[in-house]
């Protein structure tokens, strides 16, 4: 379970740093617009520059800090192991794609996260012997959002009924109306945040051949494929992950239009539609994200 935090605290492999903690901070860095590759171009015969397409590389945040236990040395060293246990897990340094969290905390905003690994955990020993450990971290965030705590979600059934009908007499012009308490579309979605994200979507089956469909962008995935009763297919469109796989692992492919890596949510609403061959209609898409923001 995370940690709870207050205003300039911030949580790095399970440890709690900055204001009020044993582990206060001098400076943070990183934490503005994130870096840029671009594609600029000099012109080889005139002035001025071509200006490229620009993408955001991952976002490095660099951490001034100490470990500062006054007459304690021994639990300076354990809250210095701490900060590396997490990253030194086997299962995230050999899996690629695998992240950690460094969650921050500032005024007047909610607990925002970054998905990464650490990079960086110099330690200067030279003052151990009174408690005093001066860092350098450097954590890389795979890319330049900051995402929210909690997941977002959704349950979508195939088929879009409205569960409502027409109301008599019949009049023009002619309203179908939905069932008290019933949403109006089954895949509208409503996404927090200020920049588009990225989601999960698990088909759970017996259904063939399912397609979704981002009704504003147009955007699709799909696949000539049988999942059967039980089992289940799983559409990460994530950065660090942008997989499709079975419930026992294996790989699914997608059509050649399918695109994982344009498949994002704006923010606000939205729908989704999905279609597929299911006899029994109890095939369902669940959609998971997290709110996201460019920015602090």
């Known amino acids: 379970m995370s940690a709870v935090l207050n205003d300039f605290q911030h949580e790095l492999g399970g440890v709690v740093i900055g204001t009020r903690t044993p582990v206060p901070i001098a400076a943070i860095e990183g934490l503005g617009r994130a870096d840029v590759r671009t594609a600029d171009v000099e012109p080889p015969t005139s002035d001025g520059i071509w200006l490229g397409a620009d993408y955001y590389a991952g976002r490095t945040v660099r951490i001034d800090?100490?470990?500062?236990?006054?007459?304690?040395?021994?639990?300076?060293?354990?809250?210095?192991?701490?900060?590396?246990r997490v990253h030194n897990e086997t299962k995230l340094r050999l899996t690629g794609g695998a992240t950690t969290e460094l969650r921050v905390k500032f005024p007047g905003r909610d607990v925002r996260v970054l998905l990464g690994r650490l990079r960086k955990c110099e330690a200067d020993l030279t003052a151990l012997i009174h408690g005093?450990?001066?860092?350098?971290?450097?954590?890389?965030?795979?890319?330049?959002?900051?995402?929210?705590?909690?997941?977002q979600r959704i349950t979508i059934p195939l088929g879009m009924i409205s569960g409502g009908g027409f109301t008599a007499p019949v009049v023009a012009p002619i309203v179908v109306n939905p069932a008290p308490g019933q949403a109006v579309r089954p895949g509208w979605i409503d996404v927090d945040g200020t920049a588009?994200?990225?989601?999960?979507?698990?088909?759970?089956?017996?259904?063939?051949?399912p397609?979704?469909?981002?009704?504003?962008?147009?955007?699709?995935?799909?696949?000539?494929?049988?999942?059967?009763?039980?089992?289940?297919?799983?559409?990460?469109?994530r950065p660090t992950w942008r997989s499709v796989l079975r419930s026992n692992g294996g790989n699914v492919p997608l059509t050649g239009t399918s695109r994982l890596d344009t498949f994002s949510l704006p923010p606000g609403r939205s729908e989704l539609r999905w279609t597929a061959t299911d006899p029994t209609n109890t095939a369902r898409l669940a959609v998971s994200w997290r709110p996201a923001w460019p920015t602090l």
Request: glycine residues 6%; hydrophobic residues 40%; contains cysteine.
């Open 65 to 84: 800090a100490a470990i500062k236990t006054p007459g304690e040395p021994d639990r300076a060293l354990d809250i210095l192991a701490d900060l590396q």
């Open 132 to 151: 005093w450990i001066p860092l350098d971290l450097e954590f890389l965030a795979a890319d330049q959002l900051y995402y929210g705590e909690d997941l």
């Open 196 to 209: 588009p994200t990225w989601p999960v979507l698990r088909i759970t089956g017996p259904c063939a051949n």
């Open 211 to 237: 397609a979704i469909t981002h009704v504003e962008s147009g955007r699709r995935l799909e696949m000539t494929t049988t999942i059967p009763a039980g089992d289940w297919v799983e559409i990460d469109t």
